[in-house]
């Protein structure tokens, strides 16, 4: 029995040249867009980790709305947060609980005339 090698239309060529052309900008596309978006999660985590430190028995029965604004003023000080609390955050007080609502959108350049549009919100009960 004779052995029949790789030739004619069955041999294996891999990837052409527009393969990996292709290939190398879905790479770049990818690694843009972490390297653009990235940081912005970053911060979000860090706003959620200002929120996680609040302590849950004293903010509704003990601080005031002033109070709250100064621990997360402080907090994002440490933490170097830019966007500033007014804009993004909303406390809202009643007998029985207090809110806290952070929302707030960035908008990034990703490249040429294609921008991002990242919105961010979270939602704090305290009783």
């Known amino acids: 029995m004779q052995r029949r090698g790789f030739t004619g239309r069955f041999r294996q060529q891999g990837m052409s040249m527009?393969?990996?052309l292709f290939f190398l900008a879905m790479m770049a596309?990818?690694?843009t867009s972490a390297l653009r978006l990235g940081p912005?999660?970053?911060d979000y985590r860090i706003v959620q980790g200002v929120?996680?430190?609040?302590p849950v028995d004293e903010v509704h029965a003990q601080w005031s709305r002033a109070q709250i604004n100064d621990h997360f003023k402080k907090q994002?000080?440490?933490e170097n947060f830019s966007i500033p609390i007014k804009d993004?955050?909303?406390v809202d007080r009643s007998r029985d609980e207090t809110v806290i609502a952070i929302n707030y959108e960035v908008?990034?350049?990703l490249f040429y005339n294609v921008d991002v549009v990242l919105v961010f919100s979270?939602?704090?009960t305290f009783d």
């Open 18 to 20: 527009w393969a990996w």
């Open 29 to 31: 596309l990818i690694l």
């Open 40 to 42: 912005h999660y970053l």
């Open 51 to 54: 929120a996680d430190r609040l």
């Open 76 to 78: 994002f000080r440490v």
């Open 88 to 90: 993004m955050m909303k």
């Open 107 to 109: 908008r990034e350049h």
């Open 122 to 124: 979270d939602r704090r």
